[in-house]
Structure formats: structure tokens, C-alpha cells
């Protein structure tokens, strides 16, 4: 099954398909149970002893939290021996013997970490300074590089549109708006690109070098510490501030940067095709500024263009994606998916998203966590189990409300998808009754303010 | 209770509606309705669309005039008569809001049930008297509670009600019960904001009013409405200045937010915002089994009470241990896991498994709980009953803020200050174990921010006498009002004058004219002219400041010469003089017949016959021989006088030099007498009696002499003494009487005296200062006309006051040492 072209998998009916990927989940489990001790714990808790059927694994998925469950007074203590340890409760190699003494934050961390053990891990953005740490193992990185081309495999009569980008037999010009390097899923990402499809000559980003994980934490911890008004206890430390100077001022001058590097694609790039990774809200900030400037397909007409993300908070019309495909020149791809997971869902032509049978969707329940019929029509919270992962346990519960249908999307795919309207169950909450604040962008500004004079910049 | 409430059968639930009337000041209105969700998707229930009645909610301050024609005692009589009807399987409108709060509240219904079948006892007389006596006291509210100040002046304070908006929280019906409570002893006028998750409790009493008594004045100033909060059509409406005085704001930081874009002058916003509550439990807590099973009980009351959905419940609990040492470590798991325990037994008019549980505190349960290096998790396969959360370390969980559902986090801390840290301002509730710590420890939990301090396991049964969240809000919501009286003076003023035939003793300085007094100051004043009728004023005090001291009284006398103008800034006769109060020490020494007080510039001789006056430098000589007997009022102390006081008046026909320049007129010497160690401005006697003084001297053109000294109360008050003497004889009155005229400066012009059957005039064409005048006697009704006249008065009306004499005092505290 892991090695089958995706045209003949999104053929698999439901009982084959579920029949492999039961036989999977279970030997991942009957493995992972045995080295990963927060899965065994979890187990245990459950009274989980064997997997006899998909239903079975729903109550030993991990919660999102699991992968940020270390105390975030460690990093602010510094107490990364402690971090490797919880780390070692989550994954299946060993990690009594790494030596983690002296790590001055996540970056150093990440070096030792990958220097000394097979780990490559990755991390999320940590909106509160809290960043989830995903244990993947070089193994995993590799195939994830692999299946993210794979991603795009088309199926029955369309063309496959890596295939048709790479005719040129060129590498291909990829464009992301970010950061280079780092230990961010975006990052990593952009590695398995630029590696399988791409160099690094022609890669357009923002900023040539790596993204930090620590001025990631930083700012979220000083965005929570906006938020709960409690700024003025935050203390850091000159030298920390001072490490990372560089960063603050270009968190700072983001706008003048992103001008710079809009203007370099448009000179560039203009009539190529490319790939291009990037948020849709920052995809339709260049459609107005394009519009502005009269111009009109940016890039050539196979261009591929990832995008999701959501629109950040930004007021659009009705017309926005139109627009937005008009000036790229290209569709608009989207795909759901999450740090922890290897493969995203991405959307058919109808709309839906499909996640890749190499993940076992779940829907539960939203009040008892127990998961509803593998038929029909579901809506509740959206859990699944990865299958491509041996080092730790692809288990997971999002937080995200979902409808899934089981069978019968009208773009010819076998197999559940998800319907477009995703929300977070945390921005459900609040009653009937509630004042509403908007508190989120003004938090990350203050935060970045404060940073900024912290620094003794000047933006 | 009355017979209509109790006569009905007890109400079934399927009678229950789900419309909460709009009650504006007894006027029910169920008209327009709207339809709200319940929180949590619970129901729904309908309320007239307040934008539509708006208008009519706001009153004037005027209109609650009418709770001043009620005692404190009716309202308290008509608030349990209320309470009496409010039986919740009797009470109609009391089930209502118990049903439809069943479905809103976050609490289940036991616990709804037990609360509304207590709550009415709030109502009875018992327990309202001492809610008045411990939050306000009852003397403010029922009329002006009076205060003597310094000076005796008065200050009288009254209690009275204001016009309010109440933003509630109906997280449990107490709150509805005590606001309306408040409202009525306060007197105030309260529109109430009902809370989504309580939407009836509050117009349920109110209604109840209604059918006891519509136009009672507590029933026509209270109203209850449902409107969504943030409502600006309705807000931006009703909070201004003209229409409330005060917005008393329960609820979440983002609503009290929102309730400050209103804000300006004239509205005061009380906010009783949401707040934490932590628990300290000292190494005793962990001593032994018995102890830890002990302290599992109080932690689970203090954290279960309520299905931990007030802001006094324990979440977070700090415990004195060494989480290095394995076991102590043990014994705080231990004291987890049995609290755990303790929680799910817990009976369930108390506190039972949550009506609904929060995930996002599930799902970091979840996380943490596969790992036991940082945390332990207790807790049973139902998340529905609660968890409790061990720290392996000293730290609380991040998500602390969530803890809910009866969840709490046991942290152990090194020691008690380490726990004292994390205590702020948002720390409303701390339970503290053992009492003995609290003891210690509860002046350092005030002053970090801590607002309401218990001994463990009392959290919930505190009550609802005293402040809240260190505030009193009931004095809050009251508009204290002042009235502020100058110095009483007593309507018939208790005093007496005598005579005396002047003896040697007199001038002893040890005289006294009764027990309990002292000599509290001696002055010596000449009023002379020379041939030319140019006047001349000077005096010196003796003791009057400082014992033992002389002085010049330089500030309004000193020794000057008077032109004769109303100008009132004469000049001075010694440069020396002019510029401060000049202190002597004197020597004082008793001879056979006299009395001298010998100092550096001069010498002062008294004896039985008169008295002398020299400048050592031979600038000022007076001789003076006393005409009248020694003259004493006594005062005595009584209501509105606070000390007895004793004036003492001679008068003596006065000749020598000036500068060389022959002059005559008088010299009198005047006393006081008061309790030791106070001076003269201190006592009643120039504070709030004297309105006019006066002494004067004339002379027939045979060498007769005559004259007088007397007093003129202030204001309205009946105070005449004083005394004449009239052909050799001194005479004491206690009823002269003196009429005063003004010029158009108000300045005093004329002054007509009736003492016994003799009238005097006198006419006032000089002024040494701005109480000080002087001029001649003009007529009298004695059978012929003195020749010549020396007059003095003191006129200072209503200028002299206890503050104006004790700027003068300031100056001598150094040497009074006071």
C-alpha cells in the first residue's frame, strides 16, 4: 500500500482500503506501544491492549497537546536535559545518551539533537511561545520529501501538473516568501522541494537564512504575555535580545522587505513557470498590489501554487480567488493538513479536501471523543493516524471541527473527504452573550513592538 | 408571607414558559418579545426588545424622594415580607426562573435547587439587620450621623441611595438576590442587567413584589432587563451621567472593557471583575494519614462547592513540601489522589460531575497526563467529575486559567514565601491550612493583592457579610453626603460675673479665681494721648504664650501710635517692635506690696492701688491707679464649651511719657483662666463666644472717673457681661447690651451701650487694625458729660475662628512644645 500510485489508491474501495490500513495501524501500534512510553501510558489509561478494528485506535490517538506538553519554563530555565527527556517519552529512539547540557535555546537544541541521534525534528509556530516538537527521524524526512511530489499525483483523466512543470527539464524557480532554512514544517517543506525538484539557485525567499525557533518562541511568549497584560513581568535577557537583533528588525520591517521581494519576482520571474509556497493572505496582498501596477498573469499557466492558511483576519470580497488566479496566472492549490501529520489533504476540483489513505481519518465525537460511524455524513472533531510514521506515534486529535463524508466525492475519488468549512473548536467557544475583542492582531503588534524597543531598534 | 403565594398548589415544570418580562420601577411589560439563545445551545427564551423601552429606563435623582418617607425599619419589614413568598414550590415566578436557570446555568440542577431554597433566607429581618450593620451601619442610612471636630465645629454625615445600573453575573442566583438586597437598604434606584446564564432570578423577585405591593417605593426603584451586553443602541443610551450615577459591573475583563467606553464624569464604575483563588497549605498539611485525608476534604469542598464556578473556588493550591525528596513528593501525590477522592464524594446539593465539560482543558489533560515527570493526573475514566493535577515541580500548569469542571493543580513550594509570590491582585480567595499560618501569613497575602483570606475547606461558606474583592460595595453605591456646622454655639449660654475688692493677692501670680484652672495669660495695655489728642496704643503680654516669657504682641498692636483714620496700619513707635513678636524672659519677684516682672527692656510693678510700666531705655513710662474692682466672668464647661474659662478685667487711670511726651488715658490689666497648659485662643471663650469686646474709660471735668469693660456674645448668642463704674462704684451686669452701626466699608462706626438703666455712645474714629478700633465717648444718659474718653473695642464678628487663632498658635509650637 505505501508504495502504490495514488490513482490506483483512490480507487481502493472502503473495506480493502481500511482492511491494509487496519493491518498497518496495528503493527505501528503493537511496535511504537513498546518504545514510545507515552503511548504505552496512553494505553494503559485506555485499557487499550490490542487493535482489532479503526474504531479501536480512536481512544489512543495522542491529543494535539501531547506534543507540547513539557513545561515552557524549561526553555525559559534553560533546562534542555529535561526537554530531551520528555522528548524521549514521545519517540521510539533512544535518547538517554544525547547530551543536551549547555544548549542555549530550541536552535542549539535542534543541532545537538540532530547531531548526535537520527532525529530531524520540526516544530510548529507556537502562537504562545510553546512550540509543538514533532519527532520525525531522517527516514521520515526523506519519505515525507517523497510523498509531498507524490502529493500531486493526479487522478483518472487529469494530467499530473509536476509532470507538466518539469517538462522543461530545468530546475524549477520556487517561491516562498519566507524564510530559507529552519526546523519549521514550512522549512522542511522547502527542502524536499528545492532537493527533488529544484536548486538552490533558483529558489526565491525572503530571507536567504534559517528561521529561528527561539525568536519563534520568543515572540509568542511575549505575544501571550501581551495578552494576559502581563508585559512588564517579562524579563529577557540583553544577550538573548541581542542574538537575535537581526531577526526583531525584519519581523520589524516586514513590509518593506516583502515589497522588495514582490518587486524581485515581478522582474524575474514574470512568465515563468514555477512553484510557488505561500499563505493565501499574503498571496492576495500581492493581487492588489499587482492590480495597482497593471499586472496580469504573473506566472505561466502550469505554475503550481500551494496556498492555505486562511486569510489571517483580512476583510476580502466574494471574488477574491478569482482575482487572485487571475493575477498569478495559475490556480490556487489547497491542501489541509497539520504539523504532526505527513500528509496534507489536498483539495479536488470539486472543492473537498481528500485525505491521503495513507492516513486513517477519524471524526469524533465533540462532547464524548468517541468516534462516529465510518459512514454518511459526520461532523465532529477530526483525529487521524498517520501511517508512514515508525519513529513515533501518528496517532492525533486535532482541534478542528469537520464534516466528513464518507464516500462519493463528484471528482471520481474513492474514500472520505472533508468538507471545506474547517473551524477551530476554540473559536467556537463563548456564548450567546459574549463582547467580542480583537484582541489576536493587535497582540502580535505590541508584541513585536515591545520586542523592537526591547532591542533598542528603529523601525 | 401572603395568603395568595401559598394557597396555590405547588407548580409543575411543564408550566414553565420561557418569557422573562421587562420590569421597569413595578410595571411589567411582555410586549415585543426577542428571542436569546441559552449558553451552551441549552434552550431559548424570549424578553421584550429593550431597544424599544429604553427610554423609559432611566429616572431622575429627584424622584427618589420618595424612599426618604420609609424608615430603614419598613423597608427591612417590606423586604421580608418578599422573602417570605419567595417558597420555590409556592412562588410562581420564583419556579420559572429556577427552570429556566436549570437550563442556562452552568450549574446543575441540585445544586439550583438547593441555592433558591436558601437564597430567600437572605430576606429575613434577622439576617438583613446585620447585613446592614456589618456593610454600612445602620445610623448613615437612616439619618445625619454627627461628628465634633477640631474647633468645634461639626460635621454631620448622611447615607443616600443613587441611581445604578447593575451589570450581573449569573454564574450562581445569589447574585440576583444580593443586588436587589443592596439596592433596597441603600435606598438606591437599580435597573438590573440580567446575565444570560440567569436570565430570571432576579425579575422573579421582582415580580413578587409586585404582587405584594405595586406602588411600594422599593418596588417602584427597581427594574430588570435582558438586553445582549455590548449593545450600543441600548448602552450608549443609558450610561450617561444624567440618567446613573453608578454602573456596579460583574462580569469578564472584555465586558467591563467595553463598559469603560461610557465612561466620564458623573458615572462611578464599581467593577467586581473575575477573579482567581489559590489555596496554601503549610508542611502540617502533610504530616500524617489522617491529617492528609483531613485536608483532601477542605481542599475538595473548597474546590468542588458550586461545580467550581465561582471565583472563590480553589484551582490552583500551593503545599509547603520538598518535591526533591521522594517522600514528600509521595505524600503530595497522596494528598492528590485522595482529594481526588474526596471530590467525587462530595453530595450533590454541593457539588456534582459538570454539566458540560470544557475540551480545551480536556485536551490538556490528555497532554499531560501520558508523562509523570512533570505531572501526575488523578482523576477517573468520567472527565465529567473533575481531575486533579499534581506539579512534580514548582511550577502550576500553563493552562491554570482553564481549570474548571472541579480541576485543581496541587503545586509544592519550598516554603511559604514561595507561595506568597504568586499571589496578586487577581487572587481574590485564599484558603489557607492550618488557621495558625493564616495568622501568620495574612498581612503578606493582603498587601500582594490576596482580597478575601479563609482557613481551608471554608471557601464557600463565608457568606455574604463584609467587603468584597476589598471593596465595600454597599458604601460604594451609596452617595455619602456631608454637612459641615461652624463651632456650636449653646442656645442659653451657663455663666456668671462677680466683683471683688482688689487685695494684694490679686497681683500675686499664683492667684486663681477657682479650682481647676490656671492663669492662662496676663495682658497689659495702654490706650493714652497726649495733649494734643494724638492716641497712642501699646501692650505687652505676660505669659500668655509661654510661661515665664514676655511678649510685644507685635502682629495686630505692639506699640504704635493711632493716627486717627479707619486705615487700620498704624505706625510703629520702636523700630525694634515693628517687625516680629518680640519674647522676654522676666525675672519675677513678690515684694511686700507689689509684684515686679523685671526683663530686658523694661519692668512691669503691680500692687493692690495700680500698676507701672517702664522701658529700660526710658522710652515708655505709664503709672497707673486702679478705679474699679477686680471683675471675673466664669464660664463653666457645657454642652458646646468644652472647657470652663475665667476672664478677668481692672481698669486704672493711666499718666506718664512717651518719647518724653506726657500722656494720660488707661491701662488695664486683663486675665484669663483656664485648664492648666492652655492659652487663651485656645479656649471657647475668643472661639466661639466672643462677638464685641469692650473697655473704655472717661472723665468728668472735676477728676471723676468712669468706665467699664464688657463682652458682647457672637451671632444670636445672649452673652453680656461685663460691669460700670459709676461714682466710685463697680457694678457687674450680666445682660449689657450693645447696638452696633456700620459704615458702608463695614466697619464699625457707633456703637450704643445699655448697661443697667445707663446708656453709653460711643463713636469709633480709629483703627489699629482690622479688629481694633478706638474713639471717644460721644453722649451718655448720666446726668452730666465726661470731659475726656479713652475707648477700645475688639470687633472680629465671625473672623475669628478656631482656625484663624490656631495659624496664630503655629508660631509658638516650638516653644510650647505643641
Keep these: 500500500m505505501l508504495a502504490a500510485p495514488r490513482r490506483e489508491l483512490w480507487s481502493w474501495g472502503q473495506p480493502e482500503r481500511e482492511a491494509a490500513q487496519l493491518e498497518i495501524a496495528r503493527a505501528r501500534f503493537e511496535t511504537l506501544r513498546e518504545k514510545v512510553s507515552q503511548l504505552a501510558k496512553l494505553a494503559d489509561l485506555q485499557r487499550v491492549a490490542s487493535i482489532d478494528s479503526l474504531d479501536d485506535l480512536a481512544p489512543v490517538l495522542f491529543q494535539h497537546t501531547v506534543y507540547k506538553s513539557y513545561p515552557i519554563s524549561l526553555i525559559t530555565k534553560g533546562r534542555f536535559d529535561l526537554l530531551t527527556r520528555w522528548l524521549d517519552g514521545v519517540t521510539s529512539h533512544d535518547l538517554s545518551s544525547v547530551d543536551a547540557s549547555g544548549c542555549t535555546g530550541f536552535d542549539d537544541w535542534f543541532d545537538k539533537l540532530e547531531a548526535q541521534t537520527p532525529l530531524r525534528p520540526h516544530h510548529s509556530t507556537g502562537t504562545t511561545g510553546k512550540l509543538s516538537i514533532i519527532p520525525r527521524d531522517v527516514r521520515e524526512v526523506e519519505r515525507f520529501g517523497r510523498l509531498l511530489l507524490r502529493s500531486r499525483e493526479p487522478f483518472g483523466d487529469e494530467p499530473d501538473p509536476l509532470e507538466v512543470l518539469r517538462q522543461a527539464g530545468t530546475p524549477i524557480p520556487i517561491v516562498h516568501p519566507s524564510y530559507r532554512h529552519g526546523r519549521h514544517l514550512a522549512q522542511r517543506m522547502l527542502d524536499a522541494l528545492v532537493h527533488q525538484i529544484g536548486s538552490e539557485e533558483t529558489t526565491y525567499v525572503l530571507y536567504e537564512d534559517a528561521l529561528s525557533a527561539d525568536i519563534m518562541s520568543l515572540v509568542g511568549q511575549v505575544r501571550g504575555a501581551s495578552l494576559r497584560g502581563a508585559l512588564d513581568k517579562m524579563e529577557l535577557s540583553p544577550e538573548l535580545l541581542a542574538r537575535y537583533r537581526t531577526t526583531i528588525e525584519r519581523q520589524a520591517n516586514q513590509d518593506r522587505y516583502q515589497a522588495q521581494f514582490f518587486e524581485r519576482i515581478v522582474k524575474e520571474l514574470k512568465g515563468k513557470a514555477v512553484y510557488v509556497v505561500g499563505v493565501t493572505a499574503m498571496l492576495y496582498e500581492w493581487t492588489v498590489k499587482g492590480e495597482k501596477s497593471g499586472i496580469d498573469r504573473l506566472f505561466a499557466p502550469q505554475s503550481i501554487i500551494q496556498s492555505g492558511g486562511g486569510m489571517k483576519g483580512l476583510v476580502v470580497p466574494d471574488d477574491w480567488q478569482a482575482r487572485v488566479e487571475k493575477f498569478l496566472g495559475a490556480p490556487l492549490r489547497f491542501g489541509y493538513g497539520m504539523s504532526e501529520s505527513m500528509g496534507a489533504a489536498e483539495m479536488c476540483e470539486m472543492g473537498n479536501y481528500h485525505p491521503t489513505p495513507l492516513t486513517v481519518p477519524f471524526v469524533l465525537d465533540a462532547d464524548t471523543g468517541a468516534p462516529r460511524p465510518r459512514s454518511g455524513t459526520q461532523t465532529g472533531r477530526y483525529a487521524l493516524l498517520d501511517l508512514i510514521t515508525e519513529s513515533f506515534w501518528g496517532g492525533f486529535v486535532t482541534g478542528d471541527r469537520v464534516t466528513v463524508t464518507w464516500d462519493g466525492c463528484s471528482c471520481g475519488r474513492r474514500g472520505p473527504y472533508i468538507d471545506p468549512v474547517i473551524e477551530r473548536f476554540s473559536e467556537l467557544e463563548g456564548g450567546d452573550d459574549k463582547v467580542s475583542c480583537s484582541g489576536s492582531v493587535d497582540a502580535h503588534r505590541e508584541a513585536m513592538d515591545w520586542l523592537v524597543a526591547k532591542a533598542g531598534l528603529n523601525p | ?818
Design chain 2, 1 to 818: 408571607m401572603t395568603a395568595s403565594a401559598v394557597e396555590g398548589a405547588p407548580i409543575a415544570t411543564e408550566e414553565v414558559d420561557a418569557v422573562v418580562p421587562l420590569i421597569i420601577r413595578g410595571e411589567v411589560i411582555e410586549s415585543d418579545l426577542c428571542t436569546y439563545e441559552m449558553r451552551g445551545g441549552q434552550g431559548r427564551y424570549s424578553a421584550p426588545d429593550l431597544r424599544r423601552h429604553v427610554h423609559r429606563l432611566p429616572t431622575t435623582q429627584a424622584s427618589l424622594s420618595d424612599l426618604y418617607s420609609l424608615s430603614l425599619d419598613d423597608i427591612i419589614d417590606f423586604l421580608a415580607d418578599v422573602g417570605a413568598t419567595l417558597d420555590l414550590n409556592y412562588n410562581p415566578h420564583l419556579r420559572r426562573a429556577f427552570e429556566l436557570s436549570a437550563r442556562a446555568s452552568g450549574l446543575p440542577r441540585t445544586i439550583l435547587e438547593s441555592s433558591y431554597e436558601n437564597l430567600p433566607r437572605l430576606f429575613e429581618r434577622a439576617k438583613i439587620d446585620r447585613f446592614v450593620d456589618t456593610q454600612i451601619g445602620r445610623a448613615p442610612l437612616e439619618g445625619w450621623v454627627e461628628t465634633e471636630m477640631d474647633s468645634g465645629r461639626r460635621m454631620a454625615v448622611r447615607a443616600f441611595g443613587a441611581r445604578a445600573v447593575h451589570i450581573i453575573a449569573g454564574n450562581t442566583p445569589a447574585i440576583a438576590f444580593l443586588t436587589i438586597l443592596r439596592s433596597a437598604v441603600t435606598r438606591s434606584d437599580s435597573i438590573i442587567k440580567l446575565p444570560s446564564n440567569d436570565p430570571m432570578t432576579a425579575t422573579a423577585i421582582l415580580l413578587s413584589m409586585i404582587d405584594i405591593a405595586p406602588d411600594h417605593p422599593v418596588t417602584r426603584h427597581l427594574s430588570a432587563a435582558y438586553w445582549k451586553g455590548g449593545d450600543s443602541a441600548i448602552e450608549k443610551r443609558l450610561y450617561q451621567p444624567r440618567n446613573i450615577e453608578k454602573i456596579v459591573a460583574w462580569g469578564g475583563f472584555d465586558s467591563v472593557t467595553h463598559i469603560t467606553e461610557y465612561l466620564q464624569p458623573g458615572i462611578d464604575l464599581i467593577t467586581l471583575d473575575p477573579k482567581q483563588s489559590c489555596s496554601i497549605i503549610g508542611p502540617e498539611g502533610l504530616r500524617d494519614e489522617k491529617t492528609i485525608v483531613e485536608v483532601a476534604q477542605r481542599a475538595a469542598l473548597d474546590i468542588g462547592s458550586l461545580n467550581q464556578e465561582a471565583c472563590a473556588n480553589a484551582r490552583v493550591i500551593y503545599v509547603v513540601c520538598d518535591a526533591s525528596d521522594a517522600d514528600q513528593l509521595g505524600r503530595l501525590n497522596d494528598l492528590g489522589k485522595r482529594t481526588m477522592a474526596a471530590l467525587t464524594d462530595l453530595p450533590e446539593e454541593i457539588s456534582t460531575p459538570a454539566k458540560s465539560v470544557d475540551f480545551r482543558l480536556q485536551d490538556e489533560l490528555s497532554g499531560i497526563e501520558l508523562q509523570d515527570e512533570f505531572f501526575r493526573v488523578f482523576r477517573t475514566t468520567d472527565p465529567s467529575e473533575g481531575a486533579v493535577i499534581v506539579s512534580q515541580f514548582d511550577e502550576p500548569v500553563e493552562f491554570a486559567d482553564l481549570l474548571c469542571n472541579r480541576t485543581a493543580n496541587f503545586v509544592p513550594v519550598q516554603s511559604v514565601e514561595h507561595a506568597l509570590e504568586r499571589v496578586n491582585a487577581a487572587s481574590q480567595t485564599v484558603g489557607v491550612y492550618p488557621d495558625a499560618l493564616k495568622e501568620e501569613i495574612r498581612d503578606a497575602l493582603a498587601v500582594q493583592g490576596a482580597q478575601h483570606i479563609v482557613s481551608l475547606g471554608e471557601v464557600m461558606s463565608a457568606g455574604i457579610s463584609g467587603p468584597q474583592d476589598a471593596l465595600e460595595t454597599e458604601r460604594r453605591m451609596l452617595r455619602w453626603v456631608r454637612d459641615m456646622s461652624g463651632a456650636r454655639i449653646p442656645a442659653r449660654l451657663e455663666y456668671t460675673v462677680r466683683r471683688e475688692t482688689p487685695s494684694l493677692d490679686h497681683y500675686r501670680r499664683g492667684w486663681r479665681p477657682g479650682p481647676g484652672v490656671e492663669m492662662a495669660g496676663m495682658w497689659l495695655p495702654g490706650v493714652v494721648s497726649d495733649a494734643s489728642g494724638q492716641l497712642y496704643l501699646g501692650i505687652r503680654g505676660v505669659d500668655d504664650m509661654a510661661p515665664g516669657m514676655l511678649r510685644t504682641v507685635t502682629p495686630i498692636c505692639g506699640f504704635r501710635k493711632l493716627p486717627r483714620t479707619m486705615d487700620g496700619d498704624p505706625p510703629h513707635l520702636f523700630s525694634e517692635y515693628s517687625e516680629i513678636d518680640w519674647f522676654e524672659p522676666y525675672e519675677y519677684v513678690e515684694t511686700q506690696g507689689r509684684s515686679r516682672m523685671i526683663y530686658e527692656s523694661g519692668c512691669i510693678e503691680l500692687e493692690r492701688g495700680g500698676c507701672h510700666w517702664y522701658d529700660a531705655s526710658g522710652r515708655w513710662e505709664l503709672h497707673a491707679k486702679t478705679i474699679s474692682d477686680v471683675f471675673v466672668v466664669h464660664v463653666p464647661k457645657q454642652d458646646g464649651v468644652e472647657c470652663e474659662v475665667y476672664y478677668r478685667h481692672e481698669l486704672a487711670k493711666a499718666t506718664g511719657k512717651i518719647n518724653g511726651v506726657p500722656v494720660e488715658g488707661y491701662l488695664h490689666q486683663d486675665y484669663s483662666y483656664a485648664p492648666q497648659g492652655m492659652v487663651w485662643t485656645e479656649t471657647p471663650f475668643p472661639r466661639k463666644l466672643q462677638g464685641m469686646w469692650v473697655s473704655w474709660l472717661h472723665e468728668f471735668d472735676d477728676g471723676e472717673l468712669g468706665g467699664g469693660c464688657f463682652w458682647q456674645g457672637r451671632g444670636g448668642l445672649d452673652f453680656g457681661p461685663g460691669y460700670q463704674v459709676k461714682g466710685g462704684a463697680t457694678t457687674v451686669y450680666k445682660d449689657i447690651a450693645a447696638k452696633p452701626s456700620f459704615n458702608a466699608e463695614n466697619k464699625l462706626s457707633a456703637l450704643e451701650v445699655s448697661i443697667g438703666g445707663d446708656s453709653y455712645q460711643f463713636e469709633l474714629d480709629t483703627m489699629s487694625s482690622e479688629i481694633h478700633y478706638f474713639g471717644p465717648l460721644v453722649s451718655t444718659s448720666l446726668a452730666r458729660a465726661p470731659v475726656r474718653s479713652w475707648c477700645w473695642i475688639e470687633c472680629a464678628g465671625a473672623m475669628l475662628t478656631g482656625e484663624v487663632l490656631d495659624q496664630e498658635l503655629r508660631r509658638f509650637r516650638l516653644v510650647r512644645g505643641r
